[in-house]
């Protein structure tokens, strides 16, 4: 597609449960990044990969946390034993390489309730 | 670490006003500067980039400004109309990780 797509938009789950967020970035961009963004904050860091590798990350807030890219595309984070703080928008975004211009996609958001 | 902050937090313009975003950050080595804009419950749409050694940068009624020895930015939107409302957030990229002010949320009245 033209753009990074996220799937799903929403999401709801239960508190224990597992979640899988899916990033889909622009065609030909080596570089992933996963950020979180709490209501009225700016969004942050989580972790970023080159290729199909995870080149960074010191991001994510514990090992409840993973993210996998296995052919260096689409990429999925993984949250294991969801609690109700880890409610948020978590936004994917891509880049050409490391140090170009950012493209992000509309992000999912995660209720935990 | 990068700090990022932007002031003021909300403005509230008549419609036809230009708009001032001010944009400050700690540590000047950044690799570049970007501007994006969030409406509500949405993504990031990138507005402008400022390289390191650029001063400014224009997009149609946006110009940015980049003062890295200051660590400043400033994103003038010239005669504002009610679409441009929305919160426009500003992030420096160091080693790849862009690092995020909080935003301001920008309300023109029609």
């Known amino acids: 597609g033209a753009g990074v797509s996220q799937t799903p938009s929403n999401k709801v789950t239960e508190k224990g449960k597992y979640v899988e967020l899916r990033c889909d970035p622009i065609?030909?961009?080596?570089?992933l990044y996963w950020y979180r963004q709490s209501l009225g904050q700016g969004p942050e860091f989580l972790i970023y990969?080159?290729?199909?590798?995870?080149?960074?990350d010191s991001g994510l807030p514990n090992d409840r946390f993973f993210a996998v890219r296995p052919e260096g595309s689409v990429s999925t984070l993984k949250i294991q034993r969801t609690e109700r703080g880890d409610s948020a928008v978590y936004l994917c975004?891509?880049?050409?390489?490391?140090?170009?211009?950012?493209?992000f996609g509309q992000g999912t958001r995660l209720t935990v309730v | 670490k990068q700090e990022v902050t932007q002031i003021p937090a909300a403005l509230s313009v008549p419609e036809g006003e230009n708009l001032v975003l001010n944009c400050s950050f700690t540590d000047s080595a950044i690799y570049n500067l970007q501007w994006f804009r969030q409406d509500p419950g949405k993504g990031l749409t990138s507005l402008l980039l400022i390289q390191s050694s650029q001063r400014e940068q224009t997009s149609g009624r946006l110009n940015a400004s980049l003062d890295k020895s200051s660590g400043r930015s400033t994103l003038y939107i010239a005669a504002s109309q009610p679409g441009d409302s929305a919160t426009y957030l500003c992030?420096?990229?160091?080693?790849?990780?862009?690092?995020f002010g909080a935003g301001t949320t920008v309300t023109v009245r029609a």
């Open positions: 975004a891509s880049s050409f390489d490391s140090n170009t211009e950012a493209f």
């Open positions: 065609s030909g961009h080596t570089a």
């Open positions: 992030a420096c990229l160091d080693d790849y990780k862009l690092s």
């Open positions: 990969f080159q290729g199909t590798g995870a080149a960074d």
